[in-house]
């Protein structure tokens, strides 16, 4: 192992594991150097290299890793309410910040997920007749993460990386572990192409009558509940006997179940009449809207919920003179449409489309707390603490005349709140039709051609909005990178790697079998690292030494990610975010 290679792990674990954007001191040293002792035994190595035997040479290389593992010293811990950047983001340039309602200023317990699991099962049975053997499922918070994708051709669910791989050992069909090879089989590899991940951009022509083929669950936490049914055995079992078609309306009754409870109302009046059981309590959200009004900043909260429900709950955390905080409240947004520059619920004719000026829009309407209209007119401005349904962000821009370079946005998952994905379908009478996420043909028109691409919208790159993700699960991912046998663990799996990369070949039977032992400690060192976040699928964040897939659409999106929207009180009003460099493959280390 080269010198320049050892005295740069101590800075790559280092800064692997550091707070990358919080007023304390940076975690860490700047790279301390090997130490002297070590640092000659293994010049000793490589200068009487030709005198060892190959076995020899590698057991020494071995120790002298060993040596090094307990040698560097340990990371600090990373504060679990830590705010980190991927975009730089100058906080005192800010005029204006922005808020979703669900999972970013209100968060919600377990029973809550249980409680759409329970009623999403109850409608299948009752409604849909299907199997009441259904009703004993019992709901596991713990067996799924955000981020996976499930496969409705096949019934697996799987994690997919930042390139679109499927990693290894993640792959399930209920709760039983799909074996490696089958996985392949189905896939002739491990590679997804872009074409089936919804959220991806279309790279194939295809008719519109054919379904997605893939669901992504890291939408929200909706989204999650319905990937937890698909893990039932009891369900998985009935798809097994259904021919493809047949597997699409589970998965659609699935989501149109899941649909009902939101949409019906059933679900806010469950919150509404019992918030101390749904709702976590959280004092700081008060003191941060307290902290921003106090340093004239314009506070908005754009949601698609009613708004009697966001009242209610705005009521019980924050307290009954809540709106006094914003200076726009919007409910019943319908986003992610919301986003594009008009948002209109009518399908958009040709001329529209290529020619902005005659476009149709919402107008922003007030209403009352219980969502009654006050007015049936448009407003042509604003009133601080008023409630308004409707309306679209284009709208938004000319009524506040807010700098929208100026504007940070809070969502529970950016990619989801901001990123619109829409494509343009041409049947042979030349109407446009917009689709998003599912494929709804209209009667007695089956051959629609994919014709362009997806096009992503999202406010960031179209208005220059700077983004913020709340990601909860950050919380507790943090925890657990914090021990000290996570970070002994991952230090030993960073030395082994570079020992791995300088050392590839033996030319001897007992150095291959040295060199075989080694790939063996990484794998059992890989799994201990995900295993450590959960059992079955790992880190939301990571797949193994790669991003998964859902951090790759973090990063794409989000100016930056924290675990709770009150994280921002430890951040100074002007504050500058920095991202930390990091090399690039080709960089010298």
């Not at 083929?213 to 939408?219: D, I, K, R, T, Y």
């Not at 493809?244 to 659609?252: G, I, K, R, T």
């Not at 284009?394 to 994905?421: C, E, I, M, N, P």
């Not at 041409?426 to 096009?455: A, C, D, E, N, R």
Request: hydrophobic share 40%; glycine share 6%; aromatic share 14%.
């Amino acid at each position: 192992m080269s010198k320049n290679i050892l005295q740069c792990i101590g800075r790559f674990y280092q800064q692997s594991c550091r707070c990358l954007c919080k007023i304390t001191p940076h975690f860490g040293h700047q790279g301390s150097s090997l130490p002297e002792c070590l640092r000659q035994k293994n010049e000793v190595v490589e200068q009487e290299k030709s005198r060892l035997t190959e076995a020899e040479y590698f057991r020494r290389k071995y120790a002298n890793m060993e040596e090094l593992a307990k040698t560097l010293p340990a990371a600090q811990p990373v504060e679990t309410d830590a705010v980190f950047v991927n975009k730089e983001v100058r906080l005192g340039e800010l005029d204006v910040y922005g808020f979703d309602y669900d999972y970013t200023l209100v968060n919600y317990t377990n029973a809550l997920a249980e409680f759409i699991f329970q009623e999403t099962i109850g409608l299948l049975v009752w409604k849909w007749k299907y199997p009441q053997e259904l009703l004993s499922v019992k709901y596991d918070p713990n067996f799924l993460i955000r981020g996976l994708h499930y496969d409705i051709k096949t019934g697996f669910i799987m994690k997919v990386d930042a390139f679109k791989n499927i990693q290894s050992g993640t792959v399930y069909k209920g709760l039983r572990p799909v074996p490696y090879e089958v996985v392949q089989s189905n896939y002739n590899g491990l590679y997804i192409p872009s074409a089936l991940l919804r959220g991806s951009v279309h790279t194939k022509v295809r008719l519109a009558h054919q379904r997605p083929e893939f669901v992504q669950s890291n939408a929200d936490f909706s989204n999650l509940n319905q990937i937890c049914l698909f893990q039932d055995h009891k369900i998985t079992q009935m798809m097994d006997f259904f021919d493809l078609p047949a597997s699409y309306a589970v998965c659609s009754a699935i989501e149109n179940a899941v649909h009902t409870i939101h949409e019906s109302g059933l679900l806010h009046r469950t919150i509404i009449k019992h918030p101390e059981l749904y709702i976590k309590p959280n004092p700081l959200l008060r003191e941060l809207l307290i902290h921003l009004a106090s340093y004239g900043k314009s506070l908005f909260l754009i949601s698609n919920s009613g708004a009697s429900f966001i009242n209610e709950g705005m009521n019980y955390v924050v307290g009954r003179d809540w709106r006094k905080f914003f200076d726009v409240i919007i409910v019943g947004a319908n986003k992610p449409d919301f986003f594009r520059s008009n948002s209109s619920k009518r399908p958009c004719c040709f001329s529209t489309l290529f020619n902005p000026a005659i476009s149709d829009f919402r107008p922003f309407r007030a209403v009352d707390e219980n969502g009654a209209f006050l007015s049936w007119e448009g407003v042509s401005k604003f009133e601080s603490g008023q409630l308004y349904l409707g309306g679209s962000l284009d709208l938004l821009k000319q009524l506040t005349k807010w700098q929208l370079q100026r504007v940070l946005y809070f969502g529970d998952h950016v990619y989801s709140d901001l990123a619109v994905s829409c494509g343009i379908l041409f049947p042979s009478s030349f109407t446009i039709i917009f689709f998003k996420s599912w494929m709804h043909v209209q009667k007695g028109v089956l051959k629609f051609i994919w014709f362009v691409p997806h096009w992503h919208l999202d406010a960031s790159n179209q208005w220059g909005w700077a983004t913020a993700a709340v990601i909860p699960e950050l919380e507790k991912e943090l925890t657990l990178i914090n021990t000290s046998k996570y970070q002994d663990n991952l230090r030993r799996l960073i030395l082994l790697e570079e020992l791995l990369i300088e050392n590839q070949y033996a030319v001897t039977a007992v150095g291959q079998s040295i060199l075989a032992s080694w790939r063996r400690e990484r794998d059992t060192l890989r799994q201990f690292s995900k295993s450590g976040f959960n059992p079955h699928f790992g880190s939301v964040f990571r797949s193994f030494h790669k991003y998964s897939y859902f951090a790759q659409r973090l990063g794409l999106y989000a100016s930056m990610y924290t675990s709770s929207v009150t994280n921002l009180l430890h951040l100074p009003i002007n504050h500058v975010c920095y991202p930390r460099r990091t090399l690039l493959p080709h960089e010298p280390r």
